[in-house]
């Protein structure tokens, strides 16, 4: 009987996580660097340790009946040394070992069968050259390994673009891929049980900023024929990869392609909204799966929009959100952390309406209300680094 979750990592998406666990019922151990993480605050337990310390590993394993993970970049090491203590991690070190490696996951996908941008693996100068020369330009060259919310990225426009991106990446291996001037970008939650039954959230339509997520419009606005294909081709990536708990697959939609851009074997950014607009949540849903409850199929109540809240380096102090929430259909949801970092994710809102447009415009009125400034008790002085030791991407 599952009576324990542990949960590698410590960011928002693992607080989420935690707070439907603990309505469920379940415990929490969370494992995360930075103390007082996000999902620390909310968790039973957090043990204070870095992802490859492996007296700690084994520490979380033995407190946990089910381990999962919150963000890909847990060292595959981690995941093995649990799975050779026999420890149930959901989903397996497979998932992770394939989905955590661009390079891996790109190829993978191509050989189910998914259409993807084209891409070549670089791993040195002549692999360059010849991605070059084949892809040519405009490409984006991403780290194979480590990025996330558009980190690790380079947009390469021409060769002086490709011979700086080649000098920054140091050497680390590299995916080439051909920049994909998309109509759209959507995304699609899932969640897969151990006895290989599956759900599907509705699909979302996603804008970025800077390769971070801004926002989400559900349901995304795509015609039924290519939202099938949507939901054909993560059903089928879910299945090859054997994913047990909630998943997220990437695409973007371009004329009559849908292309596969990634698969985040964990709950997503891209799923927040489903806390207020579905009657589960895909944190729920990750639940069920990885304890063997029962799946059903997730149902929108209304139009939604979420917006993250992102830091701007402004200040600490979160104004203007005592107007937001005048805005009935609105709910507001802070991650708890302390430094408001550019672009760092702070928090998100998500709004419903009686239609797409209605929820879009109340959202992006509850945005202008919104601002940082700097704490009255540091005001004009430099801000303390809070976290610097390498925790979860997203605490
Ligand atoms: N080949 C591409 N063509 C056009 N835009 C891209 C391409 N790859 C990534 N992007 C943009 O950058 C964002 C972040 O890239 P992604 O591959 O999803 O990495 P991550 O989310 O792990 O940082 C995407 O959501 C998309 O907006
Ligand atoms: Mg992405």
Redesign the pocket.
Same mark, same amino acid.
């Given at each position: 009987m599952i009576e324990t979750i542990g949960i590698l990592g410590g960011g928002q998406l693992g607080r989420m996580l935690t707070l439907e666990a603990k309505r469920m019922g379940y415990r929490v151990v969370t494992l995360e660097p930075l103390p007082n993480s996000p999902c620390g605050q909310v968790a039973d337990e957090q043990i204070v340790a870095a992802y490859d310390d492996a007296r700690a590993i084994g520490e979380l394993g033995a407190r946990s009946d089910v381990v999962t993970y919150e963000f890909e970049n847990i060292p595959l090491e981690s995941i093995r040394l649990l799975q050779s203590q026999s420890r149930n991690v959901r989903p397996s070190g497979d998932v992770l070992r394939v989905t955590q490696d661009r390079i891996l996951e790109k190829t993978f996908v191509r050989d189910a069968g998914c259409a993807t941008?084209a891409f070549e693996a670089v791993t040195s100068a002549d692999e360059m050259q010849n991605a070059v020369a084949s892809l040519s330009f405009p490409a984006?060259m991403?780290t194979s390994r480590g990025?996330?919310?558009?980190?690790g990225?380079w947009v390469v426009r021409d060769a002086g673009d490709a011979e700086v991106a080649l000098g920054e990446a140091r050497g680390a291996p590299c995916i080439y !891929?051909?920049?994909?001037p998309?109509e759209r970008?959507v995304s699609i939650i899932c969640a897969r049980g151990s006895d290989g039954k599956s759900i599907a959230f509705p699909i979302t339509e996603?804008v970025?900023d800077h390769?971070v997520l801004d926002t989400t419009i559900v349901p995304a606005r795509l015609d039924s024929a290519l939202a099938e294909r949507v939901r054909a081709n993560a059903a089928l990536l879910g299945e090859r990869l054997q994913i047990v708990g909630a998943y997220c697959v990437?695409f973007?939609i371009l004329g009559d392609d849908v292309l596969v851009? !990634?698969i985040a074997p964990r709950v997503h950014n891209s799923g927040h909204y489903s806390l207020d607009a579905t009657q589960i949540s895909q944190y729920e849903a990750h639940v069920r799966a990885i304890c063997d409850l029962p799946l059903v199929q997730p149902r929108l109540l209304a139009p939604a929009v979420m917006m993250n809240i992102l830091g701007t380096g402004e200040g600490d102090v979160l104004e203007g959100s005592a107007e937001l929430l005048r805005e009935p259909e609105l709910k507001l949801h802070l991650y708890g952390k302390r430094h408001a970092a550019l672009r760092r994710k702070m928090g998100h809102f998500t709004v419903l309406g009686s239609s797409v447009a209605e929820a879009l415009a109340k959202a992006s009125e509850g945005r202008s209300l919104l601002s940082w400034r700097p704490s009255t008790a540091v005001a004009g002085r430099p801000m303390m680094q809070i976290g610097a030791s390498q925790p979860s991407p997203s605490a």
């Open positions: 941008a984006v991403k990025g996330y919310d558009g980190k990225q !891929e051909r920049f994909v998309f970008e996603n970025h390769g990437e973007f851009n !990634e």
